[in-house]
């Protein structure tokens, strides 16, 4: 069955400061997905992500999906508190009827 | 605004006590999952309804039940909540059925079992 893994699985940083965040599937992504949750609340969509090379951007957010479609990386420019929160990627899964998540990155960021 | 609400946001329920959770959608989709969320961990899939054709996922417990009485609404229905069942339910809508479908979420419900 198809697993994704993220990394770190929780960050520290501080306002201003740049970082990224991972998730590498053990096979082929056909649809790769980002979202964000605040604790103990529902997820909200970032972006979707379908084919190799792709790159998509919203606001300080910036999702990349590699050329051989296996990996998947968010960065976000100059974080402020209001990132803060828990990060998900998810990935259609290989018979197409749902998504299956990677366990989540947890990010703090301090004032 | 077109969306997924989850009801309630927080329940509460006794070990063993029947409990239902509710998720509607104005969206319009066909397809409608219910996910379990433990804390720490990756949201799991329970099941979803394709229109009215239901997919439950293999290692679901049998104590985890789904209705779809029409498009708009859908049910959780857990017969007898254990202490292990106590995680965060989370509905999702999708258009299609499909990879690159798109999903939207509820914002969950928080389901503690005393």
């Known amino acids: 069955s198809q697993e994704l893994e993220q990394s770190p699985q929780s960050l520290i940083v501080q306002e201003g400061k740049n970082l990224t965040i991972n998730c590498t599937s053990s096979?082929?992504?056909?649809?790769l997905y980002w979202y964000k949750q605040k604790y103990g609340e529902g997820l909200i969509f970032l972006m979707m992500?379908?084919?190799?090379?792709e790159e998509k951007s919203h606001e300080k957010i910036t999702a990349k999906l590699d050329e051989k479609k296996q990996q998947s990386s968010l960065h976000i420019t100059a974080s402020q508190p209001s990132h803060a929160g828990i990060y998900l990627c998810?990935?259609?899964?290989?018979?197409?009827?749902?998504?299956?998540f990677g366990k989540g990155t947890t990010l703090s960021v301090s004032s | 605004d077109a969306m997924v609400i989850q009801n309630p946001r927080y329940q509460v329920t006794q070990f063993g006590k029947p409990v239902t959770l509710s998720c509607s959608q104005t969206?319009?989709?066909?397809?409608m999952y219910w996910y379990q969320q433990k804390s720490s961990q990756a949201p799991k899939l329970l099941f979803h309804?394709?229109?009215?054709?239901?997919?439950n996922e293999a290692d679901t417990p049998d104590n985890f039940q789904s209705r779809r009485p029409n498009t708009s609404f859908c049910f959780l229905d857990i017969r007898s909540p254990g202490l292990g069942d106590a995680a965060m339910y989370l509905c999702?809508?999708?258009?299609?059925?499909?990879?690159?479908?798109?999903?939207?979420f509820g914002s969950g419900t928080r389901l503690t079992v005393v």
């Open positions: 999702a809508t999708s258009r299609v059925v499909g990879q690159g479908s798109g999903y939207t």
């Open positions: 969206l319009n989709h066909n397809v």
């Open positions: 096979k082929t992504l056909y649809g």
């Open positions: 998810g990935a259609d899964n290989q018979a197409g009827t749902a998504l299956i």
């Open positions: 992500l379908q084919k190799g090379g």
């Open positions: 309804y394709y229109d009215k054709d239901f997919n």
